[in-house]
């Protein structure tokens, strides 16, 4: 071995031990945006088949919101499956991580439609609604944004809302959003990142 | 040096081969007048009748809605436009576009979608979708549900579209 090369290895090594050293040291990169400080949730309750859901029932679990409705064939499924396929790779800690489908049409949407919706994704997420008045105290604080088209000829109405699902931590502060097109991977990393924790 | 270069090529071969357009999609499920329907499914759905607190058989709240998808390419070298679509699980049916903006999500009614000469139109989730509003049965994963869809230039074209769970 001659010295250029002794130095290229040395080097070489110096890199990767300095790789290895950030990587355990710095927090993991997140894939979704990260809530930096985190937003303190005010503690809300909405309805679900089963009675009364509140925040507050899920402390020292993270809690995943999404916001949409039953009438969406498009967003809100493919949403919903991405988010089951990444829960679905952490094993025994999906336990720790609690789905709420939170529906912004209660006019079209009972707690039971929402609750059969929801379970057709897995039989662990939760369905819930509320009053108007009920849902617009949840999303203004966590800056979702809805609203309810006008109906066409035969009565049907579209909703726009806020694609991105919700990321609380175990004290019921908003940490994380997923902007629609995350892969189920990307999901399945932030969440692997976040039950390390 | 030369074999290692002869293993390059042919991964690049490989990888090109790979990436490439010509991804198999395999048979259509339907090839008429030279428009061809990939893939075709339809999201499962319940129905809403008998949940909750409105009853009445045609009051926007119990009616019970649900996509379709599949891939459309135009074989032909003429633009074509897909206008309408309906089946007879559901009273009405639409074609929407679902758009983004500022991470809000938005579905409306288009008036077609244009399937170009020797290209194609995909219908997924995030883009364009057959719309089945009002729904006469439960569609439930295993079903198949026909779909008559009508082209500017190609007519009507039947498929079975299969029922799948989200």
Same mark, same amino acid.
């Given at each position: ?24 040291l710095m927090p993991p990169r997140m894939n979704g945006s990260v809530i930096d400080p985190p937003l303190a949730v005010d503690n809300f ?8 859901v509140s925040l507050s029932d899920f402390r020292g679990r993270y809690v995943i919101l999404y916001f ?11 949403s919903l499956?991405k988010i089951r396929?990444a829960l679905?790779k952490q094993?025994?800690r999906a336990g720790e991580v609690q789905v709420i489908f939170v ?22 997420f939760i ?11 949840v999303t203004r604080q966590m800056g979702i944004f ?16 806020t694609a991105s699902a919700l990321l609380l931590d175990r004290e019921g502060n908003l940490i994380l959003t997923w902007p629609y097109g995350l892969t189920p991977a990307q999901m399945e990393d932030d969440l692997r990142a976040l039950l390390r924790r | 040096?030369?074999?290692?270069? &002869? ?17 198999? +999609?395999?048979?259509?499920? %339907? #090839? ?17 009748? @008998?949940? @909750? ?9 119990? %009616?019970? %809605?649900?996509?379709?998808?599949? +891939? ?14 309906? #089946? ?9 576009? &679902? &758009?983004?903006?500022?991470g809000?999500? #938005? ?11 020797? @290209? ?18 439960? +569609?439930?994963? @295993?079903? &198949?549900?026909?779909?008559? +869809? ?6 009507? %074209? ?9």
């Amino acid at each position: 071995m001659n010295r250029q090369t002794i130095l290229f290895a040395s080097l070489a090594l110096l890199f990767i031990a300095a790789l290895l050293v950030t990587q355990t040291l710095m927090p993991p990169r997140m894939n979704g945006s990260v809530i930096d400080p985190p937003l303190a949730v005010d503690n809300f309750s909405l309805h679900s088949v089963d009675g009364p859901v509140s925040l507050s029932d899920f402390r020292g679990r993270y809690v995943i919101l999404y916001f949409g409705y039953t009438s969406c064939p498009d967003i809100c499924p493919d949403s919903l499956a991405k988010i089951r396929e990444a829960l679905s790779k952490q094993g025994e800690r999906a336990g720790e991580v609690q789905v709420i489908f939170v529906s912004v049409d209660p006019a079209r949407d009972s707690v039971e439609y929402s609750d059969v919706y929801v379970k057709r994704f897995s039989p662990d997420f939760i369905g819930v609604t509320g009053s108007e008045a009920e849902i617009e105290s949840v999303t203004r604080q966590m800056g979702i944004f809805y609203q309810l088209n006008e109906p066409d000829d035969g009565g049907f109405y579209t909703v726009d809302h806020t694609a991105s699902a919700l990321l609380l931590d175990r004290e019921g502060n908003l940490i994380l959003t997923w902007p629609y097109g995350l892969t189920p991977a990307q999901m399945e990393d932030d969440l692997r990142a976040l039950l390390r924790r | 040096m030369k074999p290692v270069k &002869t293993f390059l090529f042919f991964l690049l071969v490989f990888l090109l081969a790979a990436c490439g357009p010509s991804a198999d +999609l395999g048979d259509p499920a %339907v #090839s008429q007048n030279g428009i061809e329907i990939h893939q075709p499914w339809a999201r499962s759905a319940a129905m809403k009748t @008998g949940m @909750g607190e409105d009853s009445h058989a045609d009051s926007p709240a119990t %009616v019970a %809605v649900t996509g379709a998808f599949m +891939l459309i390419k135009n074989t032909t070298g003429q633009d074509d436009m897909l206008l309408s679509a309906s #089946s007879d699980v559901a009273a009405e049916t639409q074609i929407h576009q &679902t &758009t983004m903006s500022d991470g809000i999500m #938005s579905m409306a009614e288009v008036f077609g979608i244009e399937i170009p000469a020797g @290209g194609q139109a995909e219908l997924k989730p995030g883009g364009y979708h057959v719309m089945l509003i009002g729904l006469k049965e439960e +569609l439930k994963a @295993g079903k &198949t549900v026909t779909l008559r +869809l009508v082209f500017q230039n190609a007519g009507e %074209v039947v498929v079975e579209a299969e029922v799948r769970n989200p």
